[in-house]
């Protein structure tokens, strides 16, 4: 099968064995599959984030060999073709997605995460093992690219959920790239009634007005406390840094509220520094967050399938396998937001 493989730093599309489902698992035909900010980093900072990885006590990476090689991709939806033998409750032709971990019978942890193995291929291929406990049907009413995109939408859920919102409180979300845009979403699914977004790129800034942000700043020519202080009466009690670049939590611990909650969800991937000082002075609680359960994995295919969650105006693109590599070289482009990979196109 064709598949897009990362070694070291380097991108290439070769043709690799096709897998075989082993027990608990199925193999499926990957039908649509989103591009992550996170593989962007890891195919630019593979090494750092396995050394970050290991020195937090993790194990995301332990499967993974930089000289093997990685193929990657966790946000996909994918038809079933073969199970193995006691999951024929899952037929061929049934669409399906899940949350990316494999069951493995020789991994110590029992599974790994898919997209971030050197024996398991990740959805940047034409099929994808996965693990069929996990399994969660897609309804008719979902296209692909928009059910490839259930994956980060459950990480802006998992944010929102996790800065524990409170009645008559605002918020304000720093960045406006994917993670941003699905936090906003959420937060107003919630029941937020103003969510400020600070964005520089004037593409980001008008898909943020689409999706219903009630405030959008351009921080290059605006003063951001200033202008919400103003407009809504007041610094934001909570600050969703998503950007993921030096400084921005120093800027966002700043711009909260006295007693205020930051949550960090952007993933800067170079050594940062902040002002203790500002934290405790202001009694901050800075909390960084990652993921989401298996339950907000599923709340978030459902408010996809009802229409209370709308990602579609975020897909600005759709390409081939072949075309992946050129694509992570290219994806500073402002014009694109989430790229979603076709591999049958």
Not at 64 to 89: C, D, Q, S, W
Not at 198 to 215: K, V
Request: one cysteine or more; charged letters at 20%.
């Amino acid at each position: 099968m064709k598949a897009m493989v990362l070694r070291g730093t380097s991108l290439t599309v070769e043709d690799i064995p096709r897998p075989s489902p082993g027990p608990g698992q199925v193999l499926a035909k990957v039908l649509a599959s989103g591009i992550c900010g996170s593989d962007l980093h890891q195919a630019k900072h593979w090494k750092e984030m396995m050394d970050a990885t290991a020195r937090s006590g993790g194990s995301a990476f332990d499967a993974a060999n930089l000289e093997k090689g990685v193929v990657m991709g966790h946000e996909f939806v994918a038809e079933i073709v073969e199970t193995a033998p006691g999951e024929e409750r899952w037929k061929p032709g049934t669409r399906v997605t899940s949350v990316p971990r494999l069951p493995v019978s020789d991994s110590p942890q029992g599974a790994v995460g898919i997209g971030y193995s050197s024996d398991h291929s990740g959805a940047y291929s034409e099929y994808v093992l996965m693990g069929s406990a996990l399994l969660l049907e897609v309804p008719d009413s979902i296209p692909d690219k928009i059910a490839a995109t259930t994956e980060p939408s459950a990480v802006g859920l998992h944010a929102v959920r996790s800065a524990e919102m409170r009645s008559g409180e605002h918020a304000l979300v720093m960045g406006a790239g994917p993670i941003g845009l699905m936090t906003l979403l959420w937060l107003k699914k919630e029941g937020v009634k103003h969510v400020t977004v600070t964005e520089f790129r004037e593409e980001r800034r008008s898909l943020a007005e689409r999706l219903g942000a009630d405030l959008v700043i351009n921080p290059a020519e605006e003063n951001v406390t200033d202008l919400i202080t103003t407009k809504v009466g007041g610094r934001p009690p909570v600050v969703f840094e998503a950007v993921g670049v030096v400084g921005t939590i120093q800027q966002s611990m700043e711009l909260v509220a006295p007693s205020g909650r930051v949550i960090v969800v952007g993933v800067c991937m170079v050594p940062d520094t902040i002002s203790p000082m500002v934290g405790v002075t202001k009694r901050l609680r800075v909390e960084f967050v990652l993921g989401y359960s298996p339950e907000e994995y599923a709340e978030s295919l459902a408010a996809l399938a009802d229409g209370t969650i709308n990602t579609a105006p975020m897909v600005t693109r759709s390409v081939t396998i072949d075309e992946l590599p050129d694509i992570f070289a290219s994806l500073a482009d402002p014009k694109d937001c989430k790229v979603v990979v076709i591999p049958s196109a």
